[in-house]
């Protein structure tokens, strides 16, 4: 019993390690990489795939680190690599309120995607999570992170600074809070249809399977669409 106990309180420590605390020097290897194959951008899979999943996320929100680290990777193997399912990522600044916790990491995001290194950056922020607005995605740590993630640090600095990095953050945070009602990370947009908070493996498979079951029924059907259509987003807090 005792045994048991201390291993239950070795996942909780560990747990509250990853997703929460005061922001520390020492930094968390997530110990994940995709396939190259299927990496295009801040996308995995084939642009054709009849499925496609956009998911609008905070770096900041503890739902999303588990989304991506834990639920995503299951769904890659099990859709993405098969040529079912193609997987976009959208960074917004959602959380930051009047600091720039969330801002700076979405920029970040930009930049890796510059160099070739977004997913390898998502898995190392995500993993890094440290806290909301509380240090943890100060400028010099998500450098930091960035290099850990094998990222030139002269480039990533550069780009952090660049109008081009804002202008794409805020146009994607302006229509995900406005055209389509975000309001809470993740939503994920399901071939249109949307999604808020996180799902297991499980639901996740089973949406996925009844939408290809509708595409395989209907042929004509089979393209994705080219974005998530407006919706009205259920108020959840992340």
């Not at 929100?61 to 769904?75: K, T």
């Not at 930049?111 to 999570?129: L, M, P, R, T, V």
């Not at 909301?132 to 990222?151: D, H, K, S």
């Amino acid at each position: 019993m005792i045994a048991v106990l201390a291993g239950v309180l070795i996942v909780v420590v560990v747990g509250i390690g990853q997703l929460g605390g005061k922001a520390s020097g020492k930094l968390k290897d997530p110990a994940m990489a995709y396939p190259a194959a299927i990496l295009d951008g801040n996308a995995l899979g084939k642009a054709d795939a009849p499925l496609l999943m956009e998911t609008y996320g905070d770096y900041q929100c503890p739902v999303c680190a588990r989304n991506a680290l834990d639920v995503e990777p299951a769904l890659v193997a099990a859709y993405v690599q098969s040529g079912q399912m193609r997987i976009v990522h959208h960074d917004i600044n959602l959380l930051g309120g009047r600091g720039d916790e969330s801002l700076m990491p979405a920029l970040g995001g930009y930049c890796a995607n510059e160099q070739g290194k977004y997913w390898d950056y998502a898995h190392w922020i995500y993993n890094n999570q440290d806290g909301e607005n509380r240090g943890g995605f100060r400028r010099e740590r998500v450098i930091q992170i960035a290099v850990a993630a094998g990222l030139d640090e002269s480039k990533f600095t550069t780009c952090l600074d660049s109008s081009a990095a804002k202008d794409e953050v805020a146009a994607i945070t302006a229509k995900a809070t406005g055209e389509l009602g975000v309001n809470s990370t993740p939503t994920i947009y399901l071939n249109g249809t949307q999604n808020v908070g996180l799902k297991s493996v499980a639901e996740w498979s089973a949406l996925i399977d009844a939408e290809l079951a509708k595409i395989n029924a209907s042929p004509a059907a089979s393209a994705p669409p080219a974005s998530p259509s407006p919706a009205a987003s259920a108020s959840t807090t992340p």
